[in-house]
């Protein structure tokens, strides 16, 4: 199953939040720029919208590839990438398990759910690229860093990362952890 790519596909949802926030934003600029004519408050708030906007931008997450060395997770401008020798286990998940999620650096809805979050439960650290809540799939490597994913079809990503790690402990590549 080499070469294996998943797309993300934004939900009702993302796309509801999506359209909602831009709209506000907007809305406050034309509002301030009507307001306050020849003022620096409205340019200042438009450059700062538009930061923001662009860096949400360049952080989207488009896709998850499957390649020989490697699973790769794609955004707009970076690509994580998780060896196969460092992943521990793979498992499909859904928003109530995940509960509750704070986001810490993170887009709450804005053109997708990425970014790093806060599990309070387990007071862990999540890095999220998803852009719906369904088809969500938790990959733990051997370092305890959780990466939650949605795909497209979660059960065939969760089968081919499970396929790569059997192979690997078939092969007697599983390194020996310690316990602390």
Known sequence: MTGLKFKYRPDKRCRIITWSVAGSILLAAGLLWWFSPGEYLPVWFASIALALVALALLSVPRSI???????????????????????????????????????????????????????????????????????????????????VVSADNPDLLCEAISERIDARVERGQLKMEFDS
């Open 65 to 147: 590839r499957i390649t020989p060395d490697a699973l790769e997770i794609r955004c707009t401008v970076e690509i994580t990438h998780i060896p196969w020798h460092h992943i521990r286990n793979v498992s499909r998940t859904g928003r109530i398990e995940l509960r509750p999620l704070i986001p810490v650096f993170a887009s709450p809805g804005f053109f997708g759910w990425f970014g790093y979050w806060l599990d309070a439960r387990n007071w862990d650290f999540i890095k999220f690229y998803a852009t719906s809540w369904h088809g969500l799939v938790m990959i733990e490597d051997i370092y305890e860093q959780k990466y």
